[in-house]
């Protein structure tokens, strides 16, 4: 079996669901379905894929790293091993959180790894489908190629960025699919339609979104990737030599760079990293490699994919009993209300509210979001607002 590395991609603030997702407790450690939390399924899946052999490391955050370690708590001495938390000494987006992922992984074995890229705040399930999928876009890193996944949209979303696919490439090899794994009910398991990409496209206006669901095909854009570490390092010093040159100054962690809080390894020392990060500018993965990339196929996605962005989707969990919305609420003549809150709420006389408090007491800001159901896509502009305020405590 192939052995994989996993990257968890678990950094940054998720403040589409501010005020409960914000730097304190970003949305990846939120209630997902399945009384996980969104970065304990992450986890679940980069654990399935690594096969018992590959490595899962984790790029978080410093102020972050308890609630990795609370996640892991539960993991077997075998799966503990296999771990590793780096955490950013800066945010600085996804393109040097790959970077640095991408080179831990190959200087402390000294060899080139393949290696997966994964979210941690997406809801992807079942787990068999997804690992088939994964195991495709690894077999295509594996030929020189940087292997992303596409999601066929559902509508003309705005809120995704898209990939435009060429020609479909021959099937791959045999062997991705477990004898019955039983996926989706789609009968004899089929090997995944993987095809050539033609470009990248950033978040469209309705109307462009529409003309790529017209197009046929336009998928959007899942944000998780594969390739060898070898390949995307030569890609990086190819399409981005001043991101990249900073982080090839680093050298093998020493032994004693690793602590282990909580039974889990945090790569607390690496002499240089944090010049390295100081040294770049801000930028994603996509806009400073992917886009760039002349080697990138796609794996058209069959597992069910949903980015929770919203309140207004995480109430319509929480309604069909998948996620958390906990809170001790009273009413009185009101009704179709969302409430998720750490302290008592009462609602008198209201109607299709969405209200989430947060009291503090959990060492976050103080705040409460109060909007009509429908509307939560105006928290983009509320942080906006308390980021233009110079507030930015409150996220």
């Known amino acids: 079996m192939m052995v994989i590395d996993c990257i968890i991609m678990a ?27 969104f970065f ?31 996640a892991c708590a539960g993991l077997g001495e075998k799966d503990r091993k296999r771990l590793v938390v780096i955490p950013e000494p800066l945010a600085k987006n996804t393109a040097p959180a790959v970077i640095s992922g991408a080179l831990y992984a190959a200087l402390s074995s000294g060899e080139d790894r393949t290696i997966l890229v994964l979210t941690s705040d997406h809801i992807i399930r079942p787990l068999p489908v997804f690992t088939a999928d994964a195991r495709a876009a690894a077999a295509g890193a594996g030929e020189d190629h940087l292997a992303v996944f596409g999601i066929a949209p559902a509508g003309p979303a705005t809120g995704y960025g ?23 009910g789609r009968g004899e398991p089929e090997p995944p339609r993987i095809y050539r990409v033609s470009s990248f496209h950033e978040k469209p206006d309705l109307k462009t979104a529409e003309a790529f669901l017209a197009a046929g095909n336009f998928y959007w854009n899942s944000g998780m990737f594969a390739f060898s570490s070898r390949f995307i390092i030569e890609e990086f010093r190819r399409n981005a030599p001043e991101l990249l040159q900073p982080f090839e100054r680093l050298r093998p ?7 282990f809080r909580g039974g889990i390894p945090v790569l ?9 990060y100081g040294a770049v500018k801000s930028i994603s993965f996509d806009y400073a490699e992917a886009e760039k ?22 109430a319509k969990l929480a309604a069909a009993g998948e996620a958390a919305g906990g809170a001790e609420v009273y009413e009185a003549g009101s009704a179709g209300c969302f409430v998720d809150a750490d302290i008592p709420v009462a609602l008198c006389g209201v109607k299709d509210l969405i209200v989430v408090v947060r009291s ?25 607002k308390i980021r233009a305020a110079g507030r930015t405590e409150l996220l």
Request: a negative charge; proline letters at 7%; one cysteine or more.
């Open 11 to 37: 950094g940054g603030a998720g403040t589409r669901l501010w005020p409960a997702s914000n730097s304190y407790r970003p949305k990846q450690f939120l209630s997902a379905p399945g009384n996980r939390t």
């Open 293 to 314: 990339c002349e080697r990138t196929v796609m794996v058209a996605a069959d597992f069910q994919w949903l980015d929770v962005g919203s309140w207004d989707e995480y």
């Open 162 to 184: 898209y990939i435009e696919t060429a020609e479909l490439l021959p099937s791959k090899p045999e062997g991705l699919y477990e004898k019955g794994s039983g996926l989706s």
């Open 268 to 276: 607390e020392e690496w002499p240089g990293l944090k010049e390295a």
């Open 40 to 70: 304990e399924a992450a986890l679940d899946r980069a654990l399935a894929l690594s096969g018992g052999e590959g490595r899962v490391i984790v790029i978080t955050g410093e102020g972050q790293v308890n609630h990795v370690i609370g």
């Open 360 to 384: 503090g007491k959990d060492g976050g800001p103080p705040s409460v979001l109060i909007s009509r159901k429908g509307e939560t896509q105006g928290v983009r502009e509320i942080v906006e």
């Open 253 to 259: 962690p020493g032994p004693g760079a690793m602590v």
